[in-house]
């Protein structure tokens, strides 16, 4: 049996121009109703790729239930736009043999963490995704897997054009 | 919110709770489980109400229609005094040693379809209720 705590925290930033706070948000998926290590607990899954050999960007989605914790999530950080994410995946095992084991019942066996950037949120019926792409640290031989954004670009016409040195 | 009826059933069949769970099965047969949570949920509670009186299944039509129970969930009664003596209760008959187990704070109870209800004789009906126990969560 593998248990798998997934602990986000979000950190979402006001839009530039705008004063605002930067809200954070603590998270995890596993110990329910309980606050661990910091992380309240939400109704969340992660789906998608976390890392490619060549450094690429990947697509990682955080799933919501459609709530208003989870729409205040999304409109906080400028549509997920202006958020980052930290995410830590970790592996927990017990013995306990209470029916309701709480976070205290359980050990960790090991954890590992990535970084993550925003780049946008979609809804459905029932859900919310936050879609995050992996931070710059993906690097190849001459171009830097950064997705550019308002934040670290400005303002751009529409038809413009880049060269990178 | 306001508790479940406390009507005794007729019949009752209650299926204990599930694990949040998937599993990978290989071909070779192995399989692997994963858990995404602590808690089990999902009990599932058949009750059955054989002719009972139109008072009481005013209680369960209101209930059942009660927007807050809809929206919030609610909670089923659990409280010794009513069973198994006075007869009563939606665990009448199952010692309080037992029926405890079942009154956890993180289970909340939601029809899983709407109720039926069967004339059976006049002024007397049998109303069918199917419960799930889900785990309580509210964001």
Known sequence: MINIVNMANIQAYPQPGLVGPTLGFALQNFFQGETYEGHRFASFSVQGASSQLNGENETLALLFPFSSFALT????GNGNKLS?????????ETNSTSPSPSSADYLT????????????????????????????????????????????????????????? | MSDFPSIAPTRRTLRMAE????????????????????????????????????????LIWDHYHNANNQQNRFQLQFDPSLSPLAGLGTFAGMSSSLSSKLNLTYIR??????????????????????LIGELNYSA
């Open chain 2, 19 to 58: 694990p949040a769970r998937k599993e990978y099965r290989a071909l070779n047969g192995v399989v692997v489980r994963r858990n995404f949570g602590n808690l089990m949920g999902n009990y599932l509670l058949d009750l059955v109400f054989e002719n009972i009186t139109e008072t009481n299944v005013i």
């Open chain 1, 84 to 92: 980052s994410l930290t995410l830590k995946t970790r592996w927990v």
């Open chain 1, 73 to 76: 999530l999304v409109e906080s």
């Open chain 2, 109 to 130: 109870w939601f029809y899983v379809e709407p109720p039926n209800i069967e004339a059976s004789e006049r002024s007397l009906s049998t109303v069918t209720v199917k």
């Open chain 1, 109 to 165: 066996m090991s954890e590992y963490t990535s970084y993550y950037i925003g780049v946008g949120a979609s809804y459905s019926e029932t859900t919310i995704e936050l879609r995050f792409k992996s931070a710059m640290d993906g690097v190849n031989g001459v171009f830097p897997a950064g997705t550019f954004t308002r934040r670290n670009s400005g303002q751009l016409p529409t038809n413009s054009r880049i060269n990178f040195k």
